[in-house]
């Protein structure tokens, strides 16, 4: 079964370093989505993107983190100038065109900042 | 603005027992539920998905409803086991999934 990968699985960086959290979604899909879990919190929605671009975010999604599709294939979440409450596992997920589709997530990427 | 709720927030269940559980929601203008599945420290697995114009969905011996306009959800799973031991995630879609903070299942062998 197709699957959404993220890379790194774990990642610790000193604070103030920038990060970046990579994920190849499913072929067909168009959709894509950055959620984060910090331990022991709610699934929250960071940003969507369709059609190489930014078509929603909330307002965790400020100007330290940026996304981009820089191939036909890779999606990647950028977090600059990191900080401790940035720790947590982010989750990259893709689904297709029509609204109705199942949205499919990776395994995550845990993000530890020291 | 939508709010999850699910409850209870753990639960823990002798092997073959049957169980259910529930997830409300706030606002009914969604496009769809989905139920999830999370190990500790791994993914989301998707369960099932009910559209916003469906009453259930089953997947062996899982069985989702969903009743928009009172808000409610529920999860029903036959005869458990102790692999089916993981949080259970519901989450309504408008765009985003927006999550309730899950109910820890353990089944007790």
């Known amino acids: 079964e197709p699957e959404v990968t993220q890379t790194p699985s774990h990642q610790v960086t000193q604070m103030g370093q920038e990060v970046i959290l990579r994920c190849v979604p499913i072929s067909n899909h168009l959709y894509f989505y950055w959620y984060r879990q910090i331990l022991g919190q709610k699934v929250e929605f960071l940003v969507s993107?369709?059609?190489?671009?930014?078509?929603?975010k909330s307002e965790i999604f400020d100007d330290q983190f940026s996304v981009e599709r820089p191939d036909g294939s890779n999606f990647t979440l950028k977090i600059r100038s990191t900080k401790l409450e940035d720790s947590a596992m982010y989750f990259c997920?893709?689904?297709?065109?029509?609204?109705?589709?199942?949205?499919?997530f990776g395994e995550g990427s845990w993000l530890t900042v020291v | 603005k939508q709010e999850v709720t699910q409850i209870p927030a753990a639960l823990s269940v002798p092997e073959g027992e049957n169980l259910v559980l529930n997830c409300s929601f706030t606002?009914?203008?969604?496009?769809?539920l989905q139920w999830f599945r999370q190990d500790p420290g791994k993914g989301l697995t998707s369960l099932l998905l009910?559209?916003?114009?469906?009453r259930e969905q089953t997947s062996g011996r899982l069985n989702a409803s969903l009743d928009k306009s009172s808000g409610r959800s529920t999860l029903y799973i036959a005869a458990s086991q102790p692999g089916d031991s993981a949080t259970y995630l519901c989450?309504?879609?408008?765009?985003?999934?927006?999550f309730g903070q899950g109910t820890e299942l353990s089944v007790k062998p």
């Open positions: 993107f369709y059609n190489n671009e930014i078509s929603e």
């Open positions: 997920a893709s689904r297709e065109q029509s609204s109705g589709n199942t949205i499919y």
């Open positions: 989450a309504v879609r408008l765009g985003k999934l927006i």
């Open positions: 009910i559209q916003s114009s469906q």
């Open positions: 606002d009914s203008a969604i496009y769809n």
